[in-house]
């Protein structure tokens, strides 16, 4: 079935620093790319689509300039967070559109991110 | 937005009981996505039923949708300890999927 893989599962950086999440499809190609935030004992908030070769679309009161987004293939996504600071720690999850005739989204297993 | 809001927010059972969990939403829809969580972890897709569709099955899972009601509802049949998650529902239309809060689930042994 479709695979998503996201790396890294978790990474702690130091305020100021940026830090590159990747998202690949990898038995499928996506189009469409979602990435969510996750705070914890919460819901996954949507921050931004990301369409292959073209802009992301993001989510009000996302910072784009903050959170990257590139979709430059049609396997994979990055989201990459730039000057991080200790706010920006949580959990991060990447979704592909399920590929022709797929039903639901796949999910990457996510990334902790922690900013001290 | 199309924001699905799941209720109860938590749900503690014993094994083998039955888990109903309800989620209602405000707009359209294309269809509407059940997903499981467990801690830290990514999502899972449980299953997918359309908007002219009023019932499915899949495994111990049933799903039902009322687009009058705006509202959806999953039923767990005999629970095991092993579906303690996180359950969330995605009313989805046109590209556009977000989540609710979630159901945590909690299955005693």
């Known amino acids: 079935g479709a695979v998503v893989s996201q790396h890294p599962s978790w990474v702690i950086c130091k305020s100021g620093t940026s830090v590159k999440i990747e998202c690949r499809s990898l038995d499928f190609q996506a189009t469409t790319m979602f990435w969510y935030r996750q705070f914890p004992k919460q819901s996954l908030m949507l921050m931004a689509t990301?369409?292959?070769?073209?802009?992301?679309?993001?989510e009000q009161g996302v910072e784009k300039d903050k959170f990257l987004i590139n979709h430059a293939s049609l396997t994979l996504s990055t989201l990459t967070v730039t000057s991080a600071h200790p706010e920006d720690s949580s959990f991060y999850i990447c979704?592909?559109?399920?590929?022709?005739?797929?039903?639901?989204?796949?999910f990457g297993s996510g990334t902790r991110l922690t900013v001290v | 937005s199309q924001q699905g809001e799941e209720d109860p927010q938590a749900l503690s059972i014993q094994e083998g009981e039955n888990a109903t969990m309800n989620c209602s939403y405000k707009?359209?829809?294309?269809?509407l996505q059940w997903y499981r969580q467990n801690s830290g972890r990514g999502l899972v897709h449980l299953i997918l039923?359309?908007?002219?569709?009023r019932e499915k099955h899949s495994g111990r899972l049933r799903v039902t949708l009322d687009t009058s009601k705006k509202s959806s509802s999953l039923l767990i049949t005999a629970s095991r300890a092993a579906d303690t998650a996180s359950y969330f529902c995605a009313p989805y239309n046109n590209n556009d999927m977000r989540f609710g809060a979630g159901t945590r689930l909690t299955v005693k042994p």
């Open positions: 979704s592909a559109s399920p590929p022709t005739g797929g039903l639901g989204y796949t």
């Open positions: 707009t359209s829809i294309n269809n």
């Open positions: 039923i359309r908007s002219n569709e």
């Open positions: 990301s369409n292959e070769g073209s802009k992301a679309t993001y």
